[in-house]
C-alpha cells in the first residue's frame, strides 16, 4: 500500500483510515452500490468542472505515479467494470483520502461525497487524526 495512504497520527491500534476504508469497500452491499453510483452520476452532472478542479488538486498533490497508483488500487479493489460511476466514486474517494492534508475542504468533499453515502465518517475524514 502507498505510503500516501497514511497519515501522520492514524492510529495503527485502532485501524488507520486507510484500513477503514478499505474494509468498508468489502462490505459494500449492492444496494449501497447502486445508491453510491447513482450519487456519483448526479455529482458528475451538477459538478463536473468542480470535481475536474479537485482531481487536478489532488493530483498536484500526489503527483502522477501515486495517483494513478492509488486511485487504480482502490477502484480495483470496488470490483466494478473501469469508468463505471462506482469505479470512479471509490477512486475518487480513496485520491481524496490520500491527499486530505493537501486538499481544501470542498474538493475533498466533492470526491468523497458519493461514496460518504455508504461510509459517512469519510466526510469527517479530512479532520481526522
Given at each position: 500500500m ?5 497519515k ?7 485501524g488507520s483510515?486507510?484500513?477503514r ?7 459494500l452491499s ?6 453510491i ?9 451538477a459538478?463536473q468542472t468542480?470535481?475536474?478542479?479537485a ?10 505515479d501515486s ?7 482502490a477502484a480495483?479493489?470496488?470490483g ?42 469519510l466526510?469527517?475524514?479530512a479532520s481526522q487524526?
Amino acid at each position: 500500500m502507498s505510503r500516501a495512504f497514511v497519515k501522520e497520527g492514524d492510529s495503527t491500534t485502532s485501524g488507520s483510515l486507510v484500513d477503514r476504508f478499505y474494509q468498508g469497500l468489502l462490505g459494500l452491499s449492492d444496494p449501497a452500490r447502486a445508491l453510491i453510483g447513482k450519487r456519483q452520476q448526479q455529482a458528475w452532472i451538477a459538478s463536473q468542472t468542480n470535481i475536474e478542479a479537485a482531481r487536478r488538486q489532488a493530483l498536484a498533490a500526489l503527483g502522477d505515479d501515486s495517483y494513478r497508483e492509488i486511485f487504480d488500487a482502490a477502484a480495483e479493489r470496488a470490483g466494478d467494470p473501469p469508468q463505471s460511476p462506482v469505479w470512479l466514486a471509490v477512486g475518487d474517494a480513496a485520491i481524496a483520502l490520500a491527499a486530505r492534508r493537501r486538499l481544501d475542504a470542498d474538493h475533498f468533499a466533492l470526491l468523497v461525497g458519493p461514496l460518504g453515502v455508504a461510509l459517512p465518517w469519510l466526510k469527517d475524514a479530512a479532520s481526522q487524526g
